[in-house]
């Protein structure tokens, strides 16, 4: 709880900032201008998850600090390579990318996703080994000075009248802001690890975790792709007006209870990788503590500002802005859903990744039905905004139900392993 608290405090304070100079953002920024930055964030979210072929997940996980830092390194190579090569095909083709995407207006802004995702991918790597340190009031500090550098960029260049480059530029910044502190304090705690790197110890972890690349990233993308398809898909139907009033209730309210359900996530991963084997009950009793306190600490305060969210928006962020919070009580139940059902990342610790996968497929096939729906149904944006947010509602529900089923399994095979079993007491 304590990891909690360090992770879902830093969060809060950076993206308590953020929401702190919305009223002002909203002032400077049109909402066509803050949809152009939610579909490059939505893009750059899905190509975060292929950075770094998902090793960087695995760090947490090996018993030898030599294994994790050949994953590390692992991960720091994959996203070097990843994003040399994506700009390059940007560099000849974005134009005609962004037309493909119908996302036309996209199209200056697209050579800045590959250095996006370096700097976020090599953020990712150093946050899960500052994880698996244990060194939550790092991690925290990160997330702050992310939001500082995020809102500084962005107020600045609002006001010198750059658009939505400011936006995006601010969002780039941001991503990259706090790494560089992390990596001295690795370098500073572990640098003998990271000066035994070889290539056998490389070519050694790929192999060895070699599922995480081949099973969770694939998994990953196809969950980053149901997240990001509803901005997208708002944009492509209805412009980026839509879409960037989507993206404000998203910045107000969904992603406070996205940060918080990642945060009790990254440290219910933290404390249970060492214990998955030996204490499956314990195990068990962790995933419903972590549920029924997100479920007081998160979904509770969203319903509650659910119920005042349109005419909040239209004071606080202007007149213009207060569809968005119509459009927050439409995707309430998902939301609440969401941060009651996801975030304990329980089929990736029991390496389980072949049914996330089939989980998120599924998930990815409803939410495309949903968007095919409003397209062909010719629906207007708020009936959409309601299809998406019952998909969503009926995935999370089904992601509770698929992870409970794979903890109920795995404690069943280990008990019948002789695991976690209480031994008979001695006579007498």
Known sequence: M???AYLAGGSALGQGLTVLVAPILTRLYAPAEFGIAASYAAMLGIGLVVVTLGYQVAIPLPRDDHDATHLAALAFATTLLTGAALEGLILVGGPALAAALGLPGLAPYLWLLPISLVG???YQALYYWTLRRRNYAQLARTRLQQAVAQVGIQLGLGVAGLGAMG???GDVVGRMSGGGAMWRWTWREDASLWRGLTLAGLREVAVRYVRFPTMNMPTSLV???SLELPTLALAVLFGPVVAGLYALGQRAFGVPMELLGQAAGRVFYAEAAQ???ERPAALERLFWQTTAGLALAGGLPMLLAAIAAPWLFGLVFGPAWREA??????LAPMYIMKIIASPPPVL???ERQGLGLVREVARLVIMLGAIALASY?????GEAIGLISLSGTVNYALYFAISWWALTRHREHKKFDGIDVPRPRAAG
């Open 275 to 277: 214990t998955v084997q």
């Open 325 to 330: 919070g119509v459009y927050l009580q439409i």
């Open 2 to 4: 304590r990891g909690v």
């Open 377 to 381: 149904g010719r629906l207007d944006p």
């Open 348 to 350: 990736v610790l029991l």
């Open 120 to 122: 976020a991918g090599l």
């Open 167 to 169: 936006l995006v530029l």
């Open 223 to 225: 969950n980053a792709v």
